[in-house]
């Protein structure tokens, strides 16, 4: 689930730096 929470932000048109900091909360 988590994988396609990121496909679905990307491919939503948000803001990159806000998927980026989702990866950083959650592998970082």
Same mark, same amino acid.
């Given at each position: 689930m !988590?994988? +396609?929470k !990121? !496909?679905?932000a990307y =491919? +939503?048109?948000l803001d990159? =730096? !806000?998927a980026i900091r989702?990866?950083?909360e959650?592998? +970082?």
């Open positions: !988590v994988s +396609g !990121v !496909v679905l =491919s +939503g048109g990159t =730096s !806000v989702w990866l950083k959650n592998y +970082g």
